[in-house]
């Protein structure tokens, strides 16, 4: 019989239960009892939800307070000293508050102190924090979480496997602090704690453990993949089987490694590398297990189920009963359950597919290669047939005048009219900005007036003319508090924006959108991609008149802020009938428009915001420059049909830079705002090393933290940033945007930063 298994299920709850309840914990407003009572029911309803759906193990471990990569950390007692956690530690016991204030710099007990840094998990959208790992550093089994978690669910009768990153991929993410060395060097103490807990889950009665490592589908060094061998070697002793898996992309020249190394099984993800299935099984072990990922655990488009069966029938011939099937990767990824959209299009609905009706795809595939199908399968498989064969007919999915738009463009229309020295000479004319400009992201707090106003208007309660009155009170607001602090150049705050792509992709045509499609990105920050459907074009001007009616406010320069092509493209679920890029060049024409009409309108300075660059770089470097390409291409055609006097700025946050920094060089954004006040400006390195032209802001402030940053503080992080970049082309600004935060947070905290710019034009006027 064909194993139906998943590789992790989201879990933060079809109502976002999750960030509800630790929101409210952080508040005073529940109990830790509370909050860990809401986190065990999640858990049980999401074991219920799988063996329900017909998997043959229930998914254990892949549940997180915060993010699972914490997780590993803080059961390997990997946490840094400032967090005081010594005794913690040497006790096994790490106290959640202790992972809260890694995550987050605060909890509701403990000492502040600066968190953790954070950063894209592979290329994907979601964040986690980066362990942090110095010369020497011994690990302990410090924590009981995940075991308590087996127990909860063999005590409610599940059974499960046990899913957890592995060794080297932990490894492999983590960040050496202070002196530098080889993160390899503590490989062997972690293997230590590796092989207590899994001989603990073993006496548990654990029979499978997943070990992610999905860092086996990029480019290793020699000693990296040695390494891996000499790992599981090592971890081959315990008692129990292990699952190697692998996602985001292809073995490549890592397959022969992967399939030598001495586990029971091996998972790889056949959407994005289908070509690799056939290498696999051609090298793996005759008692080796394969669990073939063959739903797209990253977009929401309903399987073709007649297509896979016809794939893997011949899969089974060979493999038999060592055939598992799966999703490509977790369904953290995904949002939770269709059945919610009950205000979507039938037409569309019919289209799509959430994490609960993945289990049933994978469930029916793996039914149908066993010639066990029930009804309800065949039925699954004709309905599939025919919704696939609807959307290849529908007339929604093409627009032929934006076909011929784009068939027209030159590389001329990607090129600004001047190089960035001659038109920063314009620039600096028009707006007569001091040493170390000052300057905000974009948004400004959301507030509970804000989000009250818009469901009221949502919901019918509220006319759009109130509506939008309340939006300019909110605008209006925002401007005068900036004005109050002396900052620089202002921003509107963006109160009648919901999200900085679903806004803008409900103006856009060719984009659908759900009610409750709720994916994590970090911690307790949720978003709700919108879904491209069909060809993308602007009917009308999104955003000219809130910038308009702001820039009327004030004489101080106003930036116009828009969410740039390769970040809508890489935070929507994308339609996967035609190439990435070609979706990408159709936002970028639609948002071209709009930056014109922005400057028409007297907006000097417009953002054009691309945090998810780095994010969509592919993960093997042979790929590179192609992605790179089109993505750099698509940012100038959004940016280049503009004057020289009107200033580009973009912003990107949370990425390594250092191997793309030639690309981002490639943009030719006047001014570039970056997230630095985690890494300690670590990542100007690169573009110090790189020489980069143009202007740049590093964050001094790190917005996803409550704490307020002192005076002090800021000025020694930009000194150590004018050691890398000349004053004159400094800006000061915080990390992101502010639209988390609470105005009692923003307001000491930008006032200390206008102070510690006021401070160092003294110093360096």
Not at 320 to 340: E, N, T, Y
Request: hydrophobic content about 40%.
């Amino acid at each position: 019989m064909t194993v139906s298994h998943i590789l992790g299920y989201p879990r933060i709850g079809a109502q976002r239960e999750l960030k509800k309840v630790t929101e409210a914990y952080w508040k005073g407003e529940v109990r830790r009892d509370e909050l860990e009572a809401a986190g065990q029911a999640l858990r049980l309803a999401h074991w219920q939800t799988q063996q329900a759906a017909g998997l043959d193990m229930v998914s254990v471990g892949d549940f997180a307070f915060y993010d699972h990569v914490l997780n590993v950390s803080v059961l390997l007692g990997a946490v840094p000293g400032r967090f005081q956690a010594e005794d913690e530690v040497n006790a096994g016991c790490i106290d959640l508050d202790t992972a809260f204030r890694m995550a987050r710099g605060r909890a509701p007990s403990g000492t502040p102190a600066a968190a953790c840094e954070m950063t894209k998990y592979f290329d994907t959208n979601y964040h986690y924090l980066v362990p942090e790992l110095h010369r020497d550093q011994t690990f302990t089994l410090a924590s009981s979480r995940l075991f308590d978690e087996v127990d909860e669910a063999l005590k409610a009768g599940f059974t499960p496997k046990v899913t957890l990153i592995g060794p080297l991929t932990w490894l492999w993410l983590g960040k050496a602090k202070g002196s530098e060395f080889d993160r390899l060097d503590l490989l062997d103490s972690v293997l230590d704690v590796y092989s207590e807990a899994l001989s603990r889950l073993a006496t548990q009665g654990v029979e499978w453990v997943q070990l992610d490592e999905p860092a086996l589908v990029q480019d290793l060094p020699l000693s990296w993949q040695q390494a891996y061998e000499r790992a599981y070697y090592r971890l081959q002793s315990t008692p129990l089987k292990l699952l190697v898996a692998t996602y985001f992309g292809s073995l490549g020249d890592n397959l022969p490694l992967a399939t030598r190394l001495p586990v029971e099984g091996l998972h790889i993800d056949a959407v994005r590398a289908p070509e690799q299935v056939a290498g696999v099984i051609d090298r793996l072990s005759p008692q080796q297990v394969l669990s073939v990922g063959v739903v797209d655990g990253r977009n929401i488009w309903r399987a073709d189920l007649a297509t896979l069966r016809e794939r893997l029938l011949p899969l089974k011939v060979r493999l038999g009963k060592r055939l598992w099937l799966a999703p490509s990767c977790s369904l953290l990824h995904v949002p939770v359950d269709l059945r919610q959209e009950t205000e979507l299009d039938a037409e569309l609905l019919n289209w799509l597919a959430f994490a609960r009706q993945k289990l049933d795809e994978v469930v029916t595939l793996a039914r149908l290669i066993d010639n066990r199908a029930t009804p309800e399968d065949e039925q699954r498989l004709s309905d599939a047939t025919r919704a696939l064969d609807a959307r290849r007919e529908s007339p929604r999915t093409r627009q032929p005048a934006v076909g011929e738009r784009l068939a027209a463009v030159t590389s001329a229309d990607s090129q600004r009219q001047s190089p960035y020295v001659e038109r920063t000479q314009a620039q600096r004319r028009l707006l007569a900005l001091p040493l170390f400009p000052t300057t905000t992201i974009g948004s400004f707090p959301q507030t509970d007036a804000i989000r009250a106003a818009r469901r009221a208007f949502k919901a019918g309660e509220l006319s759009q003319t109130d509506y939008e009155a309340k939006m300019r009170e909110e605008i209006a607001h925002a401007v005068a508090r900036q004005e109050a602090l002396g900052l620089d150049v202002l921003v509107h705050g963006e109160a009648e924006r919901n999200d900085m792509v679903e806004y803008f992709g409900e103006q856009l045509d060719g984009f659908a959108f759900t009610r409750f499609g709720w994916v994590q990105s970090y911690g307790t920050r949720c978003v709700k991609p919108p879904i491209i459907v069909g060809d993308v074009s602007r009917p009308t001007p999104m955003t000219v008149r809130w910038s308009e009616y702001a820039q009327s406010l004030t004489q101080t320069p106003m930036k116009g802020m828009l969410t740039g092509p390769v970040t809508i493209l890489q935070w929507s679920f994308v339609r996967d009938d035609q190439p990435r890029a070609t979706t990408c060049r159709q936002i970028a024409l639609a948002l071209r428009d709009e930056v014109c009409d922005l400057e028409a309108a007297g907006i000097s300075i417009i953002q054009i915001d691309e945090p998810a660059l780095r994010e969509g770089l592919p993960l093997r470097q042979s790929e590179w420059q192609t992605y790179l390409n089109w993505a750099v291409e698509s940012f100038q055609l959004s940016a280049a049909g503009v004057a020289d006097s009107t200033q580009i700025h973009t912003h990107m946050c949370y990425s390594e830079f250092n191997d793309i920094i030639g690309a981002i060089a490639a943009l030719d954004a006047d001014v570039i705002t970056i997230e630095t006040s985690r890494s300690d400006m670590q990542l100007l390195d690169a573009f110090q090393d790189f020489a980069y032209p143009n202007e740049i802001g590093p964050g001094v402030y790190d917005i996803h933290s409550p704490n307020i940053p002192d005076i002090a503080w800021m000025v020694s992080l930009m000194e150590r940033a004018l050691k890398k970049i000349p004053a004159e082309r400094l800006w000061i600004n915080p990390d992101c945007g502010l639209k988390t935060r609470r105005w009692a947070e923003v307001e000491p905290a930008l006032a200390n930063m206008v102070e510690a710019a006021l401070q160092l034009r003294q110093r360096y006027a």
